[in-house]
């Protein structure tokens, strides 16, 4: 696999910001300068102008920001047991996962959190 050559780009006659733009009659990505239009072809290793790159750890996605039992606008349940306590009232929030849609529950006694696949 080629090096790619990443980072800013500059104006050789005026040191200003080269930003990417396509040639569409040529099919081809060029960087220009907006100053004083000078122009010059992407290297092909350069295709790539963007990269966004996201890591989701497992354990990231049941942390809790704040206490949901306090959060009057989230729906309740009393048709499930807690694991640690055996409450029978909990929060849920629902979410889209690879394995269908969970539900995150969070006990309003004893705070546990757990999650259930539908």
């Known amino acids: 696999m080629a090096s790619r050559k990443r980072g800013l780009k500059f104006c050789p006659e005026t040191n ?3 930003y990417p ?3 569409k009659e040529r099919r081809v990505l060029e960087y220009y300068c907006k100053t004083c ?3 010059v072809q992407a290297d ?3 295709w790539c102008v963007y990269v ?3 890591v989701v750890d497992e354990k990231d996605k049941i942390t809790t920001l704040y206490d949901v039992t306090a959060d009057p606008t989230l729906p309740r349940t009393r048709d499930v047991r807690c694991p640690r306590c055996n409450h029978n009232e909990a929060v849920f929030v629902s979410e889209p996962t690879e394995q269908g849609m969970t539900l995150y529950f969070h006990c309003i006694a ?3 959190k757990w999650r259930d696949y539908v």
């Open 16 to 18: 200003d910001l080269l």
């Open 21 to 23: 733009r396509e040639d």
């Open 37 to 39: 239009n000078y122009c």
């Open 44 to 46: 092909p290793s350069e």
């Open 52 to 54: 966004h790159a996201t």
């Open 110 to 112: 004893c705070k546990e």
